[in-house]
């Protein structure tokens, strides 16, 4: 429910949206942050502009919130997406705003930003003067020059209308990229970088939501299933496992209809899977079989972003709480054991690692 | 390198056998669980087998334990394990097998589910009718909906005439019939028995009703005085008698009441009709009091006012998705009164937090610390959630405290909009809704233009118990106001995309180009000049007291669920605090 109404509801909006969004400003705040922790983007509220970018340092256990704003003394904007690092340079996709902001990572500061995209969803990089930005609401991908900031072109994605479009999640193996295309959506696309086209897809379940590429190559996507009465269908979710060579599945594993998957992630190994599913689940990647036992239980929580701690597999999960106060971020380690808490901003929904 | 390959699949050979599908070898035993998913489903107090697949079993002792389960495990060194749980919960049942040359374990789970016994919701609690021969008399429940197929049947007098979810009654006879309808599935059944009574035109009893027994009104105005329903009122004859003297006399029902003495006035109003050749009178006592001229309670602002609301005097939604429900409406499950609803109106929209009205009619009262006063332009505003494309427009009722009590129990004022006066809108709308028989059911409508419908249970976003308001203690309630045409569409032509597009001006939640604050509160200002009287004649209206919103549009969007105003707070334009 919790990201996808977001998403949905984001997307009944977007029609005449465009351009919405009002900067406010403040007064700027040196940072001067090092180490390596974890950026926390929490969406904010649909159409309120409370976004923001929070940032943890484990080893001190301590968290800044509001760091874009208090760095640059300007709102992020309404429902930050996602973030990635690319040569020392964030690049925060704040979706409902149709910008990518890209920020120093230690002072926090704006370095540039990419305008006019429709409804930015997550980033991918090619090179340094080449990337794909996903977008819900739209049957394009943008292709964009980081270095200038440009939008230099698009992936004409098949089967998908202005309407209808969903793209999300991007892995690449070789000079293929493949993502994983959801709301009202079924397939895995492959990109050929150098063409950057279509080349071609594959039909999993209904509405996979997230997608990641193992240590043997394997892509691994978890479909939400959609919903009761969904126009487009209702199922029980599904992991898949798909080669990434031959672009076939390979194993598949069913939940109950109800269930709620997403947010699929692994560890730094990519030999263990995480997703999200009321409570925190892990398998291996060479498992037969899910798991009957959750790695972490529920407790009364809205978990709604999940990540695994590169350097030591510590478990990250974020709690939405009720979608209106400050979510919280749960940090446990790899045998379950509570190591930290702390809150983050509103609806804190992604991370990502220095 | 060959004839070492060839020695080892001779000894291979020789040293194991098979025995169906056990397989006996020196190998250590291997435990096969039938289920990719491991987890097994069952209902309370229904019996699961689990049969795993085993190799190299022979000679093995099986042994199965239940984590959390005290109850009485029926099967121990037997390759099957049967569990049996009264109590709905997940159990973890860990199977270790153990031969001489090893031990394999493996852990699954079983869901014990509640039984999905189908619950049948009728239209309230009315289980006898009275209908007049000829005239049709339609049926339409809802069932829970169960993952189990359900069967339906409905039958008259005993014998079977409809397999359908809905049915229609119709007689030419006289008499008394009954009418049942049963769900059923493999967990259970459930019916309800109805008796309707078929009359001539003269047998059908007449009844009329008011919502309200007391009317108060500033002298110089006049107010419509009319009953909440008539029912049988073909020939009747209405009299209003006030003081003894009789005003009206005639077929009309509504009275438009202009007493212009100052005070409290008895009046009578009698309703005179003839059944089976009898006549009855029926009679209601009503009070009105006609108050002090305008303005004598005034509470002028000062310095120290405040242009926020100080107060939630009710709040009574229609049922909705976020009404009762606890991760994003802000209901903890103490709202079961209606002054702990009230509180909870207030803390959200003292928190900045919007407060869902639900589906048409619902409605939120707020009040002042001081009169609001009718200056040039916008007097007031409500800030609602709306964004483009997504409007769910509120109407906005005016009061003042004509009697001076401090309370909003004078007479409502419209506030005209864009859509007021047009062939769409519907004065005196009145939708009534019926509490669901059980959890995790739509909430069943009826309106007073005859028509039905529902408002959707969304399982998928919104789980709460019901969407019927905890603190409406009645199994049905009517709400009245003035409806709307629903501009509601599925963009996308599949249901995936809906719009609510925005009206021109006059409403609350509504992306007005005109009288929204669309990039900053989302408020909507309001003008009091806008204010008609019953008639939609303008009332000139110096202050007011008390606002009231009220969900404006009967639409159900998809999966958007019910149209639904929503209130996130109100402001006096006029101070600038």
Redesign the interface.
């Known amino acids: 429910?919790k990201r996808r109404?977001v998403a949905?509801v984001s997307?009944?909006?977007l029609?005449?949206?465009s351009g919405?969004m009002?900067w406010e400003y403040g007064i700027e705040e040196e940072f001067a942050v090092g180490g390596d922790g974890v950026f926390i983007t929490n969406e904010g509220n649909f159409?309120y502009g409370n976004a923001s970018l929070s940032y943890y340092d484990p080893t001190t256990m301590t968290v800044e919130n509001e760091v874009f704003y208090r760095a640059n003394a300007m709102k992020l904007g309404d429902v930050a997406q996602s973030m990635v690092i690319h040569d020392n340079v964030g690049w925060v996709i704040v979706n409902n705003s149709h910008v990518v902001f890209a920020i120093d990572l230690t002072t926090f500061k704006e370095r540039g930003r990419i305008v006019n995209l429709t409804s930015p969803r997550y980033m991918h990089f090619l090179s340094d003067e080449k990337a794909y930005i996903t977008q819900l609401w739209d049957n394009r991908i943008f292709i964009v020059n980081p270095k200038r900031y440009e939008i230099t072109g698009y992936i004409e994605c098949p089967d998908m209308t202005m309407?209808?479009g969903s793209t999300e999640q991007m892995v690449q193996y070789g000079k293929y990229v493949y993502v994983n295309c959801w709301s009202?959506q079924n397939r895995i696309l492959k990109i050929d970088t150098e063409t950057d086209r279509v080349v071609d897809e594959l039909v999993v379940g209904i509405q996979p939501t997230s997608l990641v590429l193992d240590k043997n190559n394997k892509m691994w996507t978890i479909t939400d299933g959609g919903?009761?009465?969904?126009?487009?269908g209702y199922e029980a979710p599904t992991l898949y496992c798909i080669d990434a060579e031959t672009f076939t599945i390979e194993k598949s594993?069913?939940?109950?209809?109800g269930d709620e998957a997403s947010e699929l992630q692994l560890n730094r190994a990519g030999d263990m899977l995480y997703w999200l599913n009321d409570d925190v689940w892990a398998m291996s990647v060479d498992d037969?079989?899910?798991?009957?036992?959750p790695f972490l239980e529920s407790r009364g929580t809205?978990y709604y972003g999940l990540t695994v701690s590169p350097a030591n597999g510590d478990v990250y999960v974020a709690d939405a709480i009720?979608?209106?106060q400050p979510g919280k971020i749960y940090r446990y380690a790899s045998d379950g054991v509570l190591q930290d808490e702390f809150y983050a901003g509103i609806i804190p929904g992604a991370f990502c690692w220095k | 390198m060959k004839r070492l390959l060839f020695l080892l699949m001779v000894i291979v050979a020789l040293t194991s056998c098979n025995e169906g599908s056990l397989i006996t070898t020196e190998m250590p035993p291997e435990i096969i669980?039938d289920?990719?998913?491991?987890?097994y489903?069952t209902k309370v107090d229904r019996p699961i087998t689990i049969t795993p697949q085993y190799k190299y079993v022979e000679d093995a002792l099986y042994q199965w334990s239940v984590e959390g389960y005290d109850g009485y495990i029926q099967s121990v060194n037997e390759p099957s394990f049967t569990f049996t749980s009264s109590e709905v919960g997940s159990y973890?049942v860990q199977v270790k097998v153990t031969t001489d040359y090893g031990t394999d374990r493996e852990?699954?789970?079983i869901?014990v589910v509640d039984l999905e016994i189908p619950t049948i919701s009728m239209m309230g609690t009315q289980r006898d009718y009275t209908i007049q021969q000829g005239y049709e008399l339609m049926f339409a429940p809802t069932v829970k909906a169960t993952?189990i197929p359900t069967t339906y049947c409905w039958t008259l007098n005993g014998v079977m005439v409809s397999e359908e979810l809905t049915y229609t009654f119709c007689s030419e006879e006289l008499g008394d019939y009954v009418l049942a309808f049963a769900a059923e599935n493999e967990d259970g059944r459930d019916e309800v028995v109805l008796n309707i009574r078929v009359c001539t035109p003269d047998q059908m009893p007449f009844s009329w009703r008011f919502d309200q027994t007391t009317y108060n009104y500033a002298i110089g105005r006049s107010i419509r005085i009319m009953p909440a329903e008539v029912v049988n009122g073909e020939g009747a004859v209405y009299s209003w008698v006030v003081d003894g003297v009789t005003m009206q006399e005639g077929n009309s029902s509504t009275w438009i009441c202009d007493l212009a003495q100052e005070g409290a006035h008895r009046v009578q109003a009698i309703a005179t009709v003839v059944k089976d050749d009898a006549q009855i009178t029926v009679t209601q006592e009503l009070v009105v009091n006609v108050c002090a001229p305008e303005g004598t309670y005034r509470r002028a602002a000062h310095a120290a006012s405040s242009a926020q609301w100080n107060k939630v005097y009710e709040y009574t939604p229609a049922p909705g998705q976020f009404i009762n429900e606890?991760?994003?409406g802000?209901f903890d499950g103490t709202q079961t009164t209606a002054e702990v609803a009230c509180l909870y109106a207030e803390q959200r929209m003292l928190a900045d937090?919007w407060v869902s009205l639900g589906g048409f009619g619902g409605y939120i009262v707020v009040g002042f610390d001081h009169s609001i006063a009718n200056n040039n332009g916008y007097d007031f505003a409500v800030k609602g959630?709306c964004?483009?494309?997504?409007s769910e427009p509120g109407v906005v009722w005016v009061m003042q405290d004509e009697n001076g009590d401090g309370l909003p129990n004078d007479t409502w004022y419209e506030l005209r909009g864009s859509e007021s006066g047009a062939a769409t809108t519907i004065q005196d709308y009145a939708i009534t809704y019926y509490r669901p028989e059980a959890a995790g059911m739509p909430v069943q409508w009826s309106d007073n233009q005859g028509n039905n419908g529902q408002i959707?249970y969304?399982?998928?976003?919104h789980s709460q118990d019901y969407y019927y308001p905890m603190w409406v203690e009645a199994d049905a309630y009517t709400l009245r106001g003035t409806l709307l045409e629903s501009r509601c569409y599925d963009?996308?032509g599949?249901?995936?995309?809906?719009?609510?597009p925005e009206y021109d001006w006059g409403y609350v939640d509504n992306y007005s180009a005109t009288d929204c604050n669309?990039?900053g509160d989302k408020a909507n200002t309001f003008d009091i000049s806008n204010a008609v009287n019953y008639a939609g004649q303008v009332i000139a209206l110096q202050y007011v007291d008390f606002v009231k919103v009220q969900t404006a549009v009967n639409a159900q969007c998809?999966?958007?669920g019910e149209n639904s105003t929503e209130v996130t707070g109100m402001y006096d334009c006029g101070i600038n605090n």
């Open positions: 429910m109404l949905i997307v009944v909006a029609l005449l949206c919405c009002k159409q309407e209808t009202y919903y009761e009465n969904s126009p487009y594993f069913r939940f109950r209809l037969d079989r899910l798991p009957v036992r809205i009720d979608y209106q | 669980i289920n990719t998913s491991g987890v489903t973890y852990e699954v789970r869901d993952s606890t991760a994003t802000g937090n959630n964004f483009a494309n997504s959707e969304l399982a998928a976003f963009k996308s599949n249901g995936s995309y809906w719009v609510l669309r990039e998809g999966w958007i």
